[in-house]
């Protein structure tokens, strides 16, 4: 059991940088990988040894977001005197394109964007991100290539054409 819980608490880091990709918050991705620690102790024992905890966790993970936007308000943060200023960075561009890069990012249908974060920030092979999210590996290359054409098309300010054509 205490090898379980070591592997278990290893791949914390990997999913708070997922989930803070993937919500934008520090504080709603801290508490989502806080319930996906609690959900994937809790089911410890049925995680089958020799599989992928990592890819595991990242399907309980996909779950409890799915289950919270579902049920999402609008996102807010108390801030008061003792909010501290965020730190500017001495290179401007540098932030500035992080910042249009998430914007981007928050623009794409969450189904493309689930897969192009774990595609790129946690180099997840297709088989993995299949089996995480529960879908064949040709929808995962279906959505990782529109995903990856429509967030090129924001970045560089074109219009998002919609190959598809109504039929009467």
Avoid at 46 to 68: E, T
Avoid at 104 to 128: F, G, H, N, T
């Amino acid at each position: 059991m205490e090898d379980k819980s070591a592997h278990l608490v290893a791949c914390i880091p990997r999913l708070r940088r997922y989930a803070r990709a993937l919500l934008g918050n520090r504080a709603a991705a801290d508490d989502l990988v806080q319930d996906t620690m609690e959900r994937g102790w809790s089911k410890l024992s049925s995680w089958r040894p020799g599989s992928d905890m990592r890819a595991w966790l990242f399907g309980i993970m996909h779950n409890l977001y799915i289950d919270q936007s579902r049920k999402a308000l609008l996102p807010t943060e108390a801030l008061d005197e003792q909010t501290p200023e965020p730190a500017v960075n001495a290179t401007q561009m540098v932030g500035l394109e992080i910042r249009d890069m998430e914007s981007a990012l928050r623009m794409l249908p969450a189904e493309q964007r689930e897969i192009l974060l774990l595609v790129a920030l946690e180099e997840m092979s297709y088989e993995d991100i299949g089996a995480t999210l529960g879908i064949p590996i040709g929808t995962v290359m279906s959505r990782l290539s529109r995903g990856r054409e429509r967030l090129r098309a924001i970045m560089e300010g074109r219009p998002l054409v919609t190959p598809l054509k109504v039929v009467k």
